[in-house]
C-alpha cells in the first residue's frame, strides 16, 4: 500500500494497470483473501478446541475466489455460492460477525439464524443465494435470477460457483442447457480442487478439464490457474461483461488446491500421499500473490505488518462477537414454515409453542 | 357469470392474473405456441411473447430450479410439469430448496411459485400419466398442496396461489378438465387457500375428499341416501396447509368418517387425515376411520379393465359408505 520509490511505484501502477485495476484494489483483493484465510483457520481452532461441531473449508481457494467474485456488482449482481465459498462471501458484502455467526450457529446468523450447517452462507441484501447441502443446485437458481434479470429489464448478472464433483450433477446439464439457449447472464465457475471428498478427479470425469464442456451447449469454457488472482479477475471479468451485454453464459474453471480434508470430519491423508499433499501447499494463493505484489511493490513491510494487524484484530472481533451472542429459542424453530401465519398449523402437542405455553 | 370448463377456469386465472402483473411467467413443456399438451396455457403466448411463456427442454428440474431462482429476483412463475407423474426429476428442487428457503433464512427469501401438475388417472393414462402424487409433497412442511375440484375453485384458488408468498403444487385432475363445468365469474376473485368446503351437509357420516373423488363422492353420497345413510362430503380443495376445523367441525357431527383418495393406499395423504381424525375426534367417533383408496399396486396399469380395476369410482365409494354406516 505504501509507495515509498519511484520504482515501485511505477512496478506497482504497471501491474494494476494491466488489469485496468487501482493498486488499492490489489491490496484489497489480497487483504480479503488473508481474511477468509484467518477466519477460516480460526473456525479450525474452534472446532478442535470443542467449540463449533463442524468446519468446512475454502483453504487454498480464497485466490480463485477473489479474482473471480471481484468484476461483480456488489448488491446488483447475485452469487449463488457454495460451502467453500467464504472469500467468495466477502468480497460482496457479509462481514467476518456474519460469517462466525453461521460458524457459531446462533440466533443473529444472517445467513440461517443457525438452522444450517456452518459455510452454509446466504444474504438476501447482498445478493447472496441461501446455500443448501446437495450440490449444484444452486445453478438452476442462478439461471433463474438471469432469467428474472432478463424479464424484468435489469442488467444483473447471476454467478453459480461449485466445485468440481458438483459439476456432474444433471442440474448443471439443465442449467446450461437452458442458459446457453436464452443467452442468460449467467456465469458458472468451477472451483476444481481434484476431489470430491475423496474421490479424485480421474474418477469423477473422463476429461481433464470440466471447461471442455462448455462447447457442448455452445458456450466459451476458460480455464484458469486458480493461484494466479489476476489471471482469474481477468477471466471473470470478461465473463461478466460478456453476460452483461447478452451475449450469454460462460463457463470458467479454476484449478486450485484443497489444503484442507473436506471437512472437519475428514481425514484427507487416508487417501491422499504425502507428497501430494506437499505438492499442494506450494499451490497456495497466497504466498503466491503476496510474492507477486511485493515484487510489484503493491505491499512492503510496512503495509503487511498493518494488514496482519488489521485481519488479526477482524477475526478477534467477530469470533468474540459471535461467540457472546445468544442462542436461537425452541420456541421460534417453528418459525417462517410459511410467510403468512394464518397458513402454520397447530403446534403438534408435544412441541413447546411460542412463548413456552401448552401447544 | 360464463359457464367454464375446469380447464378453461386455470386458463382465465393465469391470462387475468399476468394481465394484472408483469412478474407472473409461465414455463414449462410445450406450454408456448402449441399452449400446453391440454391446452391449459393455449393463447397465452400469442398475448404475452416470448419473454413470459417460455417453451423449455425437457428438463423437469430445470423447469422447477429456475422457477426457484426466477421467484427469488422477483417474478412470480407458474412452472408447468406436463404431467404429474413427470414431477420426480424436481424432487430435490421442491423439496430441499423450494420448501426450505423460507425456513432456512429466517424468512428472508420466499419462493412465490406455481408449480402446475396435472394428475389422475381413469384417462388411460397408465402407468406414467394416471399418477397420484399428493403424498410425497403434503409431508413436507414448506410447500402448500392446492387441489381444486369446480371450474370456480380452480380459478380461485389459482390465482390465489399466484399471490401467495410461498411454493404452491397445484394439481389438477386431468378428468376433470373437460368433464366439469360450472359458473366461473368473469371478474378477479380469490378462493382463499387452507380453506376446505362442505359440498353436501350430511349428518350421519362425513366422507373427506378430494379432486376428482369429491365428485365420486357426492355421486356416492346420493346413491346411499335413498337406503338413509345421510352422508356429509368434505372437499379439503387444499391438503396443507389443512382445514382442520372443517374437517373436525364435521367428524364431530356425524361421529362417522370415511376418507376417500385415489393414490395407492398405504401411506396416502388419507391416512393422515384418519391419524387427526383418530388423534383430535376420538370421543367424538362411533366406528372405526376408514379409508378406501386405490390398491397397492406401483402404478395404475393401461388395459381398461385393469384401470377400472385400480380406479375408485361412485360404487367402491358407496360401498365403503355402506360398511362404515352399518358399524
Known amino acids: 500500500m505504501t509507495i515509498t520509490d519511484q520504482e515501485g511505484g511505477r512496478k506497482a501502477g504497471h501491474l494494476a494497470a494491466e488489469y485496468a485495476l487501482a493498486d488499492s484494489d490489489?491490496?484489497?483483493?489480497?487483504?480479503?483473501?488473508?481474511l477468509a484465510r484467518a477466519l477460516d483457520e480460526r473456525m479450525w481452532v474452534l472446532n478442535r478446541?470443542?467449540?463449533?461441531?463442524?468446519?468446512?473449508?475454502?483453504?487454498?481457494?480464497?485466490?480463485?475466489?477473489?479474482?473471480?467474485?471481484?468484476?461483480?456488482?456488489?448488491?446488483?449482481?447475485?452469487?449463488?455460492?457454495?460451502?467453500?465459498?467464504?472469500?467468495?462471501?466477502?468480497?460482496?458484502?457479509?462481514?467476518?460477525?456474519d460469517l462466525m455467526l453461521a460458524q457459531f450457529a446462533r440466533a443473529s446468523d444472517p445467513s440461517s439464524g443457525g438452522r444450517q450447517m456452518p459455510g452454509h452462507y446466504g444474504h438476501?441484501?447482498?445478493?447472496?443465494?441461501?446455500?443448501?447441502?446437495?450440490?449444484?443446485?444452486?445453478?438452476?437458481?442462478?439461471?433463474?435470477i438471469a432469467l428474472a434479470s432478463r424479464v424484468r429489464g435489469l442488467d444483473q448478472v447471476a454467478m453459480a460457483i461449485m466445485g468440481e464433483g458438483s459439476s456432474n450433477q444433471g442440474d448443471v446439464h439443465e442449467a446450461l442447457n437452458f442458459a446457453a439457449i436464452h443467452r442468460l447472464p449467467m456465469v458458472l465457475v468451477i472451483e476444481n480442487n481434484g476431489y470430491a471428498i475423496s474421490v479424485p478427479a480421474a474418477k469423477e470425469l473422463a476429461v481433464q478439464d470440466v471447461?471442455?464442456?462448455?462447447?457442448?451447449?455452445?458456450?466459451?469454457?476458460?480455464?484458469?490457474?486458480?493461484?494466479?488472482?489476476?489471471?482469474?479477475?481477468?477471466?471473470?471479468?470478461?465473463?461478466?461483461?460478456?453476460?452483461?451485454?447478452?451475449?450469454?453464459?460462460?463457463?470458467?474453471?479454476?484449478?486450485?488446491?484443497?489444503?484442507?480434508?473436506?471437512?472437519?470430519?475428514?481425514?484427507?491423508?487416508?487417501?491422499?500421499?504425502?507428497?501430494?499433499?506437499?505438492?499442494g501447499l506450494t499451490r497456495d494463493?497466497?504466498?503466491?500473490?503476496?510474492?507477486?505484489?511485493?515484487?510489484?511493490?503493491?505491499?512492503?513491510?510496512?503495509?503487511?505488518?498493518?494488514?496482519?494487524?488489521?485481519?488479526?484484530?477482524?477475526?478477534?472481533?467477530?469470533?468474540?462477537?459471535?461467540?457472546?451472542?445468544?442462542?436461537?429459542?425452541?420456541?421460534?424453530?417453528?418459525?417462517?414454515?410459511?410467510?403468512?401465519?394464518?397458513?402454520?398449523?397447530?403446534?403438534?402437542?408435544?412441541h413447546p409453542a411460542p412463548g413456552g405455553g401448552p401447544g | 357469470m360464463a359457464v367454464r370448463t375446469f380447464i378453461e377456469a386455470v386458463r382465465e386465472a393465469m391470462a387475468q392474473e399476468m394481465r394484472r402483473d408483469a412478474s407472473v411467467i409461465v414455463l414449462g413443456e410445450d406450454v408456448g405456441k402449441k399452449g400446453g399438451v391440454f391446452l391449459a396455457t393455449d393463447g397465452l403466448w400469442a398475448e404475452f411473447g416470448d419473454d413470459r411463456v417460455?417453451?423449455?427442454?425437457?428438463?423437469?428440474?430445470?423447469?422447477?430450479?429456475?422457477?426457484?431462482?426466477?421467484?427469488?429476483?422477483?417474478?412470480?412463475?407458474?412452472?408447468?410439469?406436463?404431467?404429474?407423474?413427470?414431477?420426480?426429476?424436481?424432487?430435490?428442487?421442491?423439496?430441499?430448496?423450494?420448501?426450505?428457503?423460507?425456513?432456512?433464512?429466517?424468512?428472508?427469501?420466499?419462493?412465490?411459485?406455481?408449480?402446475?401438475?396435472?394428475?389422475?388417472?381413469?384417462?388411460?393414462?397408465?402407468?406414467?400419466?394416471?399418477?397420484?402424487?399428493?403424498?410425497?409433497?403434503?409431508?413436507?412442511?414448506?410447500?402448500?398442496?392446492?387441489?381444486?375440484?369446480?371450474?370456480?375453485?380452480?380459478?380461485?384458488?389459482?390465482?390465489?396461489?399466484?399471490?401467495?408468498?410461498?411454493?404452491?403444487?397445484?394439481?389438477?385432475?386431468?378428468?376433470?378438465?373437460?368433464?366439469?363445468?360450472?359458473?366461473?365469474p368473469g371478474r378477479e376473485y380469490t378462493v382463499p387457500i387452507g380453506r376446505a368446503v362442505v359440498r353436501r351437509p350430511g349428518s350421519r357420516l362425513t366422507v373427506v375428499a378430494y379432486g376428482l373423488m369429491v365428485h365420486y363422492a357426492l355421486e356416492a353420497a346420493e346413491r346411499v341416501a335413498d337406503e338413509g345413510i345421510d352422508c356429509e362430503v368434505i372437499d379439503l380443495r387444499t391438503l396443507r396447509p389443512l382445514d382442520r376445523e372443517t374437517l373436525l367441525g364435521s367428524v364431530r357431527k356425524t361421529g362417522k368418517c370415511l376418507v376417500a383418495y385415489e393414490d395407492n393406499r398405504f401411506g396416502g395423504y388419507g391416512a393422515e387425515i384418519a391419524a387427526i381424525v383418530a388423534e383430535e375426534a376420538f370421543d367424538y367417533l362411533d366406528g372405526p376411520v376408514s379409508r378406501i383408496a386405490g390398491p397397492d399396486?406401483?402404478?395404475?396399469?393401461?388395459?381398461?379393465?385393469?384401470?377400472?380395476?385400480?380406479?375408485?369410482?361412485p360404487a367402491k365409494i358407496a360401498d365403503a359408505i355402506r360398511k362404515l354406516a352399518a358399524y
Not at chain 1, 479454476?254 to 506437499?278: C, F, I, P, W
Not at chain 2, 425456513?103 to 384417462?123: D, I, K, L, N, Q
Request: a negative charge; hydrophobic letters at 40%.
Open chain 1, 285 to 350: 494463493p497466497l504466498p503466491i500473490f503476496r510474492a507477486r505484489l511485493r515484487e510489484a511493490g503493491v505491499l512492503d513491510d510496512e503495509a503487511e505488518a498493518a494488514l496482519a494487524a488489521d485481519v488479526s484484530a477482524a477475526v478477534e472481533d467477530a469470533t468474540a462477537f459471535a461467540e457472546a451472542a445468544p442462542d436461537p429459542e425452541p420456541a421460534g424453530a417453528l418459525d417462517h414454515v410459511f410467510g403468512d401465519a394464518a397458513a402454520g398449523e397447530p403446534h403438534p402437542p408435544w
Open chain 1, 124 to 144: 438476501p441484501g447482498h445478493h447472496v443465494v441461501s446455500v443448501s447441502s446437495p450440490v449444484a443446485t444452486q445453478i438452476l437458481h442462478a439461471a433463474g
Open chain 2, 54 to 184: 417460455i417453451d423449455t427442454p425437457l428438463t423437469e428440474s430445470m423447469i422447477v430450479g429456475t422457477s426457484i431462482g426466477a421467484a427469488l429476483n422477483g417474478l412470480r412463475p407458474i412452472a408447468e410439469i406436463q404431467f404429474a407423474d413427470f414431477i420426480f426429476p424436481a424432487f430435490n428442487q421442491l423439496v430441499s430448496e423450494a420448501a426450505r428457503m423460507r425456513y432456512r433464512t429466517m424468512g428472508a427469501s420466499s419462493v412465490p411459485m406455481v408449480v402446475r401438475a396435472p394428475y389422475g388417472g381413469g384417462v388411460h393414462g397408465a402407468m406414467y400419466h394416471s399418477q397420484s402424487i399428493e403424498a410425497f409433497f403434503t409431508h413436507v412442511p414448506g410447500l402448500k398442496t392446492v387441489v381444486p375440484s369446480t371450474p370456480y375453485d380452480a380459478k380461485g384458488l389459482l390465482v390465489a396461489s399466484i399471490r401467495d408468498e410461498d411454493p404452491v403444487l397445484f394439481l389438477e385432475h386431468k378428468k376433470l378438465y373437460r368433464s366439469v363445468r360450472g359458473d366461473v
Open chain 1, 211 to 279: 471447461a471442455d464442456r462448455a462447447s457442448g451447449y455452445g458456450i466459451p469454457g476458460v480455464v484458469v490457474d486458480g493461484t494466479d488472482v489476476l489471471a482469474c479477475y481477468a477471466a471473470s471479468r470478461e465473463a461478466v461483461d460478456r453476460a452483461r451485454r447478452g451475449e450469454g453464459p460462460t463457463l470458467i474453471e479454476a484449478k486450485v488446491t484443497r489444503l484442507t480434508g473436506h471437512s472437519s470430519d475428514d481425514q484427507q491423508s487416508k487417501y491422499r500421499s504425502a507428497s501430494e499433499l506437499a505438492e
Open chain 1, 26 to 34: 490489489l491490496h484489497a483483493m489480497y487483504r480479503t483473501m488473508a
Open chain 2, 297 to 313: 399396486s406401483p402404478a395404475m396399469p393401461y388395459n381398461h379393465i385393469l384401470e377400472d380395476w385400480f380406479m375408485l369410482n
Open chain 1, 49 to 97: 478446541s470443542g467449540r463449533a461441531p463442524f468446519v468446512i473449508s475454502g483453504q487454498g481457494h480464497e485466490g480463485a475466489q477473489v479474482g473471480i467474485a471481484w468484476p461483480l456488482r456488489r448488491d446488483h449482481d447475485w452469487v449463488a455460492p457454495y460451502y467453500r465459498s467464504i472469500a467468495t462471501c466477502l468480497v460482496v458484502g457479509m462481514t467476518p460477525r
